[in-house]
């Protein structure tokens, strides 16, 4: 860690490939919406659109996903005037910074990523090289606003280590204490929210079921009827937490009864426990569609007016490059660049 001072600022993006979820609010939004309102730190929250374009993206649809992606997190209940909202491709100090943590990182520490050998897979020949350096660039979109708290889920744990070992060989390159060695935050229930249909795997927007999913678009009746169907074992509710660690389906309906309550898995136990599916589950989906109906209308309202989301989404931008320059010209400073003044 350095002992250098630093803002306390959270950084974090959602990547607009469309289809948000129930585990996109749960895992992320929610916890964004909690920071911002806990005044701890200052908040930076990002559409990572650059990060989308690693793979092929039909331009249109890009566009709609960012926008989609800008209306949830305000429908989540991000104030776009407490915190900063904002689109990465209208702040380029994350590119610039990232060509400089590309000659920082070592291809050893690339080719070692999890997610790299997921998505290109056997074809990583094929693979584009930006998908490949997709963690410098994360890097760089953390350490622009020398973020000092990063929430992530557990899948995205080995980039932070690789953004904290990048800030660390900057400092030790240049025998300075520059960047901050960033502190991952993981925490609370339901941070990792499972598929409806099968609770062994990550709830996705990829899956080809929808029915193994709740999308923040889906209306209130939609929401009821996946949550009545989702798949469950044949035995009650147990009497404690514990009793459901090897039961991922049920255990994932009481995470998300629990996220959504904002109460402890214990507390909903505590209530249901010896319960049938027949009670429990459609009690569940009254409880998200009371929470998540309103978000659901109030995308819809933003999303009718695409030029009002293309305004905040600029403002942050420049409230973003506010932080960003000046961080990004101290780095040039550092590595010897001669930049404009």
């Not at 948000?20 to 895992?27: A, V």
């Amino acid at each position: 860690m350095t002992d250098a001072a630093f803002t306390p600022r959270v950084f974090s993006g959602i990547q607009p490939s469309g289809g948000l979820t129930l585990g996109n609010y749960l895992g992320a939004l929610k916890r964004f919406v909690e920071m911002q309102d806990a005044g701890t730190f200052e908040c930076v929250y990002c559409m990572v659109d650059l990060h989308a374009i690693t793979v092929w993206q039909d331009p249109e649809e890009l566009r709609k996903n960012t926008r989609e992606a800008a209306a949830a997190f305000i429908a989540a209940g991000i104030d776009p005037a407490r915190s900063i909202l904002f689109n990465q491709s209208q702040a380029p100090e994350h590119a610039q910074l990232a060509w400089i943590f590309n000659t920082v990182a070592r291809m050893g520490w690339m080719g070692r990523m999890t997610q790299w050998k997921d998505k290109a897979g056997k074809n990583s020949e094929n693979a584009s090289l930006g998908l490949f350096a997709y963690p410098a660039l994360m890097a760089a979109d953390i350490l622009a606003y020398h973020a000092t708290h990063v929430p992530v889920g557990e899948d995205q744990k080995q980039h932070l280590e690789l953004t904290r070992d990048i800030a660390a060989k900057f400092n030790h390159d240049y025998d300075v204490d520059f960047f901050p060695i960033t502190e991952p935050v993981i925490e609370g229930p339901a941070t990792r929210v499972m598929s409806l249909r099968d609770g062994t795997k990550k709830m996705s927007k990829s899956d080809p079921s929808d029915m193994s999913r709740i999308n923040l678009t889906d209306d209130a009746d939609t929401i009821s009827k996946k949550f009545k169907k989702a798949r469950t074992d044949p035995e009650p509710l147990p009497e404690t937490y514990a009793e459901l660690k090897d039961r991922p389906e049920a255990r994932n309906l009481v995470d998300i009864f629990a996220a959504l309550s904002g109460v402890s898995t214990d507390a909903v136990m505590a209530e249901h426990g010896g319960a049938g599916w027949g009670q429990f589950k459609p009690r569940l989906a009254e409880v998200a569609v009371e929470k998540m109906a309103p978000m659901t209308d109030e995308m819809n309202r933003l999303m009718a007016d695409p030029g009002e989301i293309d305004r905040i989404l600029g403002e942050g931008a420049g409230r973003a490059r506010e932080i960003a320059a000046p961080i990004l010209a101290k780095t040039y400073d550092i590595v010897g660049l001669i930049a404009s003044k």
